[in-house]
């Protein structure tokens, strides 16, 4: 059974880098797209990144100078890198199974940039 | 930005009642449209894909129809786990959400 789990710190100060790993299991990195999409505390989502090993990739425009993703197969998670975060980065963040799709979530984790 | 608009931003329903959530592109989208379920505390799940595919496991009273750019999900006799957060995506172009329409108990 595919399971997928967030973690990194909760709270980044302005200015600086958010990391986040997501770390999978039940299934091969290798065999699928992988995403990551945010939700922040009025609701609304926002598509961040997707990634396939084999190179294919693709970031929201509105993030593309800040946003990171890659994988690491021997590891068989993904991550998430989004650097000069400020309030407007506080969001829930998910990651997952899925190009354009999320077939499958994990359970998200919040990060808080203060103001 | 291809925007999704939602109507209505909530729909009050009693159990058994068929419901209709309907979800506007503001270009066209062909039936590049997903509609997701989302419970407090919980992650979105797919629901819908393709306009009107269901995804694994999802019961057959969710349907979802449209193309271009109106789109509607229909829940049949609603159940009492169907009380949730519902939202629309379109990926034509990257992939943007509707801000959400809620079902609560009437």
């Known amino acids: 059974q595919l399971q997928l789990k967030e973690s990194g710190p909760g709270l980044v100060k302005p200015s600086e880098t958010l990391s986040l790993v997501c770390s999978v299991s039940?299934?091969?990195?290798?065999?699928?797209?992988w995403s990551w999409v945010r939700q922040f505390p009025g609701k609304t989502l926002e598509w961040i990144a997707y990634m396939h090993h084999s190179g294919g990739a693709d970031y929201n425009p509105s993030l593309r100078s800040r946003v990171t993703m890659s994988l690491d197969a021997s590891r068989n998670e993904f991550s998430l890198k989004l650097t000069s975060v400020t309030a407007a980065d506080t969001a829930v963040y998910y990651c997952?199974?899925?190009?354009?799709?999320?077939?499958?979530w994990g359970p998200g984790t919040l990060v808080s940039v203060p103001s | 930005e291809i925007l999704m608009t939602q109507s209505p931003a909530t729909l009050s329903v009693s159990p058994g009642d068929r419901v209709t959530l309907s979800c506007r592109a503001s270009q066209s989208v062909g039936t590049s449209v997903a509609w997701y379920q989302q419970k407090p505390g919980q992650p979105p799940r797919l629901l819908i894909h393709g306009s009107s595919i269901r995804a694994t496991g999802v019961p057959a009273r969710f349907g979802g129809s449209g193309s271009a750019t109106q789109f509607t999900l229909t829940i049949n006799n609603l159940q009492s786990e169907d009380f949730a957060l519902y939202y629309c995506?379109?990926?034509?172009?990257?992939?943007?959400f509707g801000q959400g329409t809620k079902v609560e108990v009437k």
């Open positions: 995506q379109q990926y034509n172009d990257w992939m943007t």
């Open positions: 997952a199974r899925g190009m354009v799709t999320g077939h499958y």
């Open positions: 039940g299934a091969s990195i290798n065999d699928y797209y």
